[in-house]
Each structure stands twice: as structure tokens, then as C-alpha cells.
């Protein structure tokens, strides 16, 4: 059997890379920043398949580059990179991460919703900078109850799950609003199923983890800012464009919310002239959520037993579209165009 081509686009576990090279040739893009859309095109000529993250576009021009591809393994659950109708009408099978990563960006959600509620960014910032001249004032420095407050999940994944489950140590009340209701998870973890508008006027902490999608591109914009309450703090680890961040930097600048937290930005990196950098009332982290060695680990060998299952034909682990297996008459992963 003539030797399969992979592509990684960024550098990974040394581990998961050792798994792919048993079971093919492999390239390694040896940069910290990723290949452009024309580089990637390049890579993407000769290979049958590739690993990529949420930087590289995965769009009917990078498949049009790559007449021999079978799969894309995704080193992350978020696929709005990638063209996944796309891949699915081209027999291409997409893997991604699922799972491996939950925890870990739960509980990022809490250490931002914490630090956002307590302050600790902008208390950090002022010792630094040599303000702490007044030892304690009973006036000074006050921040929102964590406990015993409610919080509103809204998109209930894995990652909202956990995010729930991480709550209940706090004894907040849990309101969730998900495409699909869970009868079952209400009753387990004491969740209340609630419309969008309700969720937003009564949490006091909204945390979003739905995926990016065109139904959810700016999901929370002016008209849903201004339904949360005045003391309210949004968290944001999903993606950047879910939240229309102009209408953010006046509802933090303007006080219609207290603050904000996100691990993600629209566009990513942020501009370091972004208004909303100037702004004490909000937490920002560079898009971290799943970064602990443990689940980068996982992820990455995740990703890489994907890529191998693929290129074996065997059935991926976590596949986004698995419909691909069910089709009559098409091999999966044979990368033939069906037009
Ligand atoms: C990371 O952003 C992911 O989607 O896993």
C-alpha cells in the first residue's frame, strides 16, 4: 500500500506526532504562527490528511487544494474553521475533541467568572502599579457574591455541564437555555430550563458555551445587553464572534452590565488598540480554556488517534460527521469530490 501524507499544522505532543509517524510521512509546520491560507494550500497539494487547529480555515478553496485528502482532524470540539458540509459532501471525514477538554475549560469559565466577580485582575494591576497606599477600607474594592447567586448557562454541552457541576459547590441557582431541554440533567443537577430573555434578566453571572454557527454569530448583542441586570457579569469562552463586542464595550463603558470576562475575542489575537483593553470591568484571557498540559495532552493524542483511525479506515473516535459511514455506495474518507 503506497504511504499516506500527513500535514500537522502547528507543533503538538511530541507523543501524538510519534503515533502518526509510525503510520505515515509526516510534516510538521515548524512555525509559531500558522501557515497562511496560501501556505496551508500549498501543504494541502500532496497530503491525505491533516491536523488543524481553530487557526487554520479549512474552506472549499483549501479543499479544492487538495484533491487527495480523506480526512481533517480538528485539535479542538469548535469546528466553525472548517467546512464541514463541505468536507461531508467531498467524503472527507472531520474529527474533532470532544470531551478531553471539558473540564479543563469549565473550569477556566469559573476562575474567569471569579476573577471578573472579585476583581482580582484590576486589584492585581493596582498593587502593581504602586496604588496601594491605603491598607483597607470598608468602602473599597467591592465585588459581587458568588455564592448563592444565579448563573445562566446558555448552551449545555459537555462544557456547560461541567461548568454546572462546578456551580453547585457554590450553591447558585442554575438556569440553562440549550437548543434541545434535558428533562433528565434538570433533575440531576438541579437546573431550570429557561428562554433566553428570562436567562438573560435574571442570572446575575451568564456564561455562554454554545458553538459558533451562523445562527449564533453576535447571539449576545446590543438587544440582549440591555436585558441583563445592571450587576450582571457575562463570561464568554466559546467564541469570539457569539458576542457583538461594540455593543459590549458600551455596555461596559455605559454601565448597562457590571462587567465581562472572555477567553475569546472577534478577531483573535484582539488589536492591542481595542477599546475594550482600556476597560478595568473586564477580564480577558487569550484563549486558553482547554490549556492545561494534562488536557492539551489528551487533546492532541485524541486528535492524532482520529487522524490514524482515518487513515487505517477505521471508524474515527469523535467524528462530526459521521452521516459519511451511513452513506450507501461512498467509502468514507475516499476524498472524491461528488459533483
Ligand atoms: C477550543 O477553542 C476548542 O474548540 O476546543
Given amino acids: 500500500m503506497a504511504t499516506s501524507h500527513v500535514f500537522v499544522t502547528r507543533q503538538i505532543f511530541p507523543e501524538a506526532l510519534d503515533m502518526i509517524a509510525k503510520e505515515a510521512e509526516l510534516e510538521v509546520w515548524p512555525d509559531e504562527y500558522p501557515p497562511t491560507p496560501e501556505q496551508l494550500r500549498k501543504k494541502l497539494a500532496s497530503v491525505d490528511a491533516v491536523l488543524t487547529t481553530v487557526m ?36 472527507i471525514l472531520v474529527g474533532h475533541t470532544p470531551g478531553v477538554l471539558a473540564k479543563a475549560t469549565a473550569d477556566l469559565t469559573f476562575a474567569l467568572l471569579m476573577a471578573a ?83 438573560l434578566a435574571t442570572s446575575d453571572f451568564v456564561s455562554l458555551h454554545v458553538p459558533l454557527t451562523p445562527q449564533t454569530r453576535h447571539y449576545i448583542g446590543q438587544r440582549e445587553l440591555r436585558m441583563m441586570k445592571p450587576n450582571a457579569i457575562l463570561i464568554n469562552v466559546s467564541r469570539g ?5 461594540k455593543a459590549l464595550y458600551t455596555a461596559l463603558s455605559e454601565g448597562w452590565i457590571r462587567g465581562a470576562a472572555l477567553d475569546v475575542t472577534d478577531p483573535e489575537p484582539i488589536l492591542a488598540d481595542d477599546p475594550l483593553l482600556k476597560l478595568d470591568n473586564l477580564v480577558i484571557t487569550p484563549h486558553v480554556g482547554s490549556a492545561t498540559v494534562a488536557s492539551r495532552r489528551a487533546t492532541c493524542l485524541l486528535a492524532a488517534r482520529n487522524l490514524v483511525a482515518g487513515l487505517k479506515g477505521q471508524r474515527l ?17 475516499s476524498g472524491t469530490a461528488q459533483e
Avoid at 457574591?145 to 446558555?154: C, E, F, K, R, S
Avoid at 464572534?241 to 463586542?245: A, Q, R
Fill in 56 to 91: 487554520d480555515r479549512m474552506d472549499r478553496a483549501a479543499m479544492d487544494a487538495a484533491p487527495r485528502l480523506k480526512i481533517i482532524s480538528q485539535l479542538a470540539v469548535g469546528l466553525d474553521n472548517v467546512d464541514v458540509a463541505e468536507a461531508t459532501r467531498r467524503g
Fill in 117 to 199: 466577580a472579585r476583581r482580582v485582575s484590576e486589584g492585581d494591576r493596582w498593587v502593581r502599579n504602586g496604588q496601594w497606599q491605603l491598607a483597607f477600607h470598608p468602602m473599597r474594592w467591592l465585588g459581587m457574591d458568588v455564592h448563592d447567586a444565579t448563573l445562566g448557562i446558555v448552551g449545555l454541552g459537555q462544557i456547560g455541564l461541567e461548568v454546572a457541576k462546578r456551580a453547585r459547590g457554590f450553591d447558585m441557582t442554575l438556569l440553562y437555555h440549550s437548543r434541545t431541554r434535558s428533562p433528565q440533567v434538570e433533575n440531576q443537577y438541579g437546573l431550570k430550563y429557561a428562554e433566553l430573555p428570562a436567562l
Fill in 241 to 245: 464572534p457569539v458576542v457583538d463586542s
Fill in 317 to 333: 473516535e469523535s467524528c462530526a460527521n459521521p452521516e459519511l459511514y451511513q452513506t450507501r455506495g461512498s467509502q468514507p474518507g
